[in-house]
């Protein structure tokens, strides 16, 4: 469930310097600042002190802070909202669904603006360079505009340590060699920091999980252009920094599911699993044989452990978001059943190949293995991991934004 608190904006700081340099896109363009926040009451007051410094008088704004806290956040961020020339909401979710990334599509919803920018409630991320995104959007046609650290005049000097540099990089080769295409032109795709037009974002598409939001948006919801501007990441103003080996291994999944989104990548996927449960097969089989066991009983014990072997690494990759649909007792029968009746199919199946069709045995036992690899994909997917009465449900997607939709006033 979330709460919503909205607190209206007093003019009680100053506006910007005359002196500034204009960067006001052509209206009626405005701009909602989503803030995905967990625990970060200590950087608040400063991250609105500066948004309200930079951005009011060079762009119209609002901020939208969605926030999963379990500390007084929520609290200092009303307090703080009067002092701001700008209405300032809060969304508190019971549950933190999706993660940060659950937080951004949660706020990028409750926009009223025709430009979305999210930024992180650290102070990483420099309000002043608010104006630029959305400036550089309306200047380009751009549908998204990165905020990178990785393009000339970027700077990745806020990050801590050459553990979290190296981490940063490798995460960022890894997620541009396994998408070349859609992150063509986006040089910092762990970046946290973009704008995008609402209109070019559809909720029913994104399938968000932890704190990569644009990499969510770029595989998944992709706008035709995409524009970046430099910036310079800089040191966490309070608190600790919420990246952990937990949130590591959840963009790990993360990558998983984005990769294996179409039916072929899957297969494959499903294959690649299904190869490595050979180990601890032959591994049991041993072990099993050296002990005095027959080798096939061994074998229908030691298939026991490849299947189990496959099964946990199909739930926590392959099938890790659709765990939910069915019981873990049900879906490990399931599993079990059909795993198994790989091996009752597959010998009379050889015997067919090779007297009906005259198949000499090892094309046979080849074809044969095909044969039930696809049937068995078919079945673990259809009949353990799909969504119960959603059987050819084909709801149309739906938008985010609304283009006729009037902006929508938060006071």
């Given amino acids: 469930m979330t709460h919503e608190s909205t607190v209206p904006g007093a003019l009680g700081l100053p506006a910007a310097r005359p002196s500034q340099p204009p960067a006001v896109p052509p209206e009626p363009a405005a701009v909602t600042i989503v803030v995905p926040t967990f625990n970060e009451s ?11 410094e930079s951005v009011p008088a060079r762009l119209p704004c609002e901020v939208v802070f969605v926030d999963d806290s379990t500390d007084d956040t929520p609290d200092v961020i009303r307090a703080a909202a009067p002092d701001c020339p700008f209405p300032v909401t809060v969304l508190h979710r019971d549950e933190p669904v999706g993660g940060l990334g659950g937080a951004v599509v949660e706020g990028m919803r409750a926009a009223g603006a025709d430009w979305i920018v999210v930024m992180d409630g650290d102070c990483q991320h420099p309000p002043s360079l608010v104006p630029e995104l959305v400036a550089t959007g309306e200047r380009t046609k751009a549908g998204l505009v990165v905020a990178s650290r990785y393009t000339r005049g970027g700077s990745r000097a806020g990050l801590a340590g050459g553990y ?74 309070a608190g600790e920094s919420k990246s952990t080996a937990r949130e590591g291994l959840r963009f790990l999944r993360h990558l998983v599911g984005l990769r294996t989104a179409t039916p072929l990548a899957r297969m494959i996927v499903f294959g690649l699993i299904g190869l490595s449960g050979f180990v601890p097969n032959l591994a ?7 002990a005095g066991l027959h080798y096939l009983p061994a074998e229908i014990v030691a298939n026991q452990f490849g299947v189990a072997w496959n099964f946990l690494l199909l739930e926590r990759l392959l099938f890790h978001d ?12 399931r599993f079990a059943l059909i795993a198994n009746a790989d091996l009752v199919l597959r010998i009379p199946l050889i015997a067919l190949l090779v007297g009906q069709f005259g198949l000499a045995a090892l094309p046979a036992t080849a074809l044969a293995l ?27 997607r739906q938008a985010v934004s609304d283009p006729g939709r009037r902006r929508r006033s938060v006071t």
Wanted: positive net charge; charged residues 30%.
């Fill in 164 to 237: 979290r540099v190296a981490v940063s990089r490798a995460a960022t080769w890894l997620t541009k060699a396994l998408f070349p295409r859609r992150l063509r032109g986006i040089s910092d795709p762990m970046s946290g920091f973009f704008a995008i037009r609402r209109a070019e974002v559809t909720a029913d598409a994104l399938k968000p999980l932890g704190y990569k939001i644009l990499l969510e948006l770029a595989v998944r919801d992709r706008p035709g252009t995409v524009a970046e501007v430099p910036f310079v990441f800089e040191e966490r103003f």
């Fill in 284 to 290: 049991a089989l041993w072990a099993l044989t050296s």
């Fill in 42 to 52: 200590g950087n608040i007051r400063q991250l609105l002190r500066r948004t309200a």
């Fill in 370 to 396: 095909v044969i039930t690899f696809v049937l068995r994909f078919a079945g673990t997917e259809a009949l353990v991991y799909l969504p119960r009465g959603r059987r050819g449900d084909r709801r149309p």
């Fill in 322 to 333: 659709r765990r939910r649909h069915r019981h873990w007792a049900d879906r490990t029968l």
